[in-house]
């Protein structure tokens, strides 16, 4: 299978840490607080930040999406 470059929360949905609604509701929330002028958020930071997911969840998901990044 070939790798690809997926986001966070694809990888998230597929490792059954969170649901495509909660994916959505949390990157609505980041349009919304960037559209506030409070910057960007990452939305595994929101996702760790809101309690839906822990440190170690996140840690696990976002070396899932490092080691499937296709080279540049």
């Known amino acids: 299978m070939m790798a690809e470059n997926k986001l966070l929360g694809e990888i998230l ?4 840490l969170a649901s495509r609604e909660l994916v959505v509701d949390c990157l609505n ?5 960037h559209s506030r ?3 960007q958020i ?3 930071k929101l996702l760790v930040n ?3 997911i822990s440190t170690a969840q996140l840690k696990k998901a976002l ?5 499937n990044r296709l080279p540049s």
Request: charged fraction near 20%; avoid cysteine; charge should be positive.
């Open 42 to 44: 990452p939305i595994g």
């Open 63 to 67: 070396a899932k999406q490092m080691k």
């Open 29 to 33: 929330k980041q349009t919304e607080i």
């Open 13 to 16: 949905i597929e490792m059954g």
């Open 50 to 52: 809101t309690g839906y």
């Open 37 to 39: 002028g409070l910057g």
